[in-house]
């Protein structure tokens, strides 16, 4: 009968199959400073094979001295690390629409996972029913999973810089495939029975503008007078109005949406618009 070794070399493993029918591999990652007793971990898989690869890298890593040891954070917890202290560098809609997905979608579905037990597989069982929809949960559509997405993928690459994962399983998903919709534009008789019933007060004006230069909403309220030239005939869009609750600031100027500020040359009638307020508000000053 072979003797057994006393003690396996650091990044040597065994693999057995459990009750439960999964395959368990056992590797060593060090000895304890203060018992010199064996540091061991074990990994999972549904196959022999699987789980004989995953061995091969891990031991390979742990004899390279590259081997990180997987974090007992859930994804709940990381997540909300990630969205209270890595934001810094976005926009305040930018982290509301983040927070906002990751409570609604991601958090509930997958938030009670360790992070060492997320896999390509589960992210993207997680995908697809959001594809299909569930019970009184309605389908989401493939632009809207892409956004999730994006969101998951970067706060697990954080992760990943941190060396709370060894890699970013969100990385290796397949996501599903947007089809752009036809635009189809207002025809000029729609338009012409839309600005008739618009009217000239402030509001009549303010959405002629929009019709007539496609204007986001906020970046026509943003439009402040130094923002017109009158004698080139130009508008410069440089900011928007963003109404935020009032512990945040309330109506505040915010940068564009992409950043990127332009020049735009309406109608004429457009500034026309903006000069007879311009006029009402010298006349009432």
């Not at 909300?80 to 509301?96: A, P, R, V």
């Not at 950043?259 to 000069?275: C, E, H, N, T």
Request: aromatic share 8%.
């Amino acid at each position: 009968m072979p003797r057994k070794s006393k003690k396996n070399a650091q990044g040597a493993g065994t693999i057995r199959k459990r009750s439960d029918g999964r395959w368990e591999a056992r590797f060593t990652t060090g000895f304890d400073p203060a018992t010199g007793k064996q540091v061991q971990k074990s990994i999972y898989g549904k196959t022999q094979k699987e789980v004989r690869e995953k061995l091969t890298e891990l031991t390979m890593e742990v004899d390279t001295g590259t081997y990180i040891e997987p974090s007992k954070m859930t994804l709940e917890q990381w997540m909300t690390i990630w969205l209270d202290e890595y934001m810094f560098d976005k926009k305040w809609s930018t982290i509301k629409h983040y927070k906002a997905q990751a409570n609604t979608s991601i958090i509930p579905v997958l938030g009670h996972y360790p992070l060492s037990q997320l896999d390509p597989h589960l992210i993207q069982t997680f995908y697809n029913s959001l594809l299909r929809g569930k019970g009184r949960t309605k389908p989401l559509s493939p632009k809207s999973i892409r956004n999730i997405h994006g969101i998951l993928s970067k706060c697990l690459s954080t992760a990943v810089k941190l060396e709370y994962m060894r890699r970013n399983p969100a990385e290796s998903v397949t996501l599903p495939r947007v089809t752009k919709k036809e635009i189809k534009p207002l025809t000029d008789e729609q338009v012409s029975k839309m600005v008739a019933q618009a009217g000239s007060d402030g509001f009549g004006t303010l959405f002629k503008v929009v019709v007539f230069t496609g204007l986001r909403l906020g970046e026509a309220l943003g439009l402040t007078w130094d923002c017109i030239d009158f004698q080139k005939r130009r508008l410069t869009i440089n900011k928007q109005l963003q109404k935020r609750p009032l512990a945040d600031g309330g109506f505040v100027f915010a940068p564009l949406k992409n950043d990127k500020i332009r020049v735009i040359a309406p109608a004429p009638f457009v500034l026309d618009y903006y000069a007879n307020g311009n006029r009402g508000r010298k006349k009432t000053g």
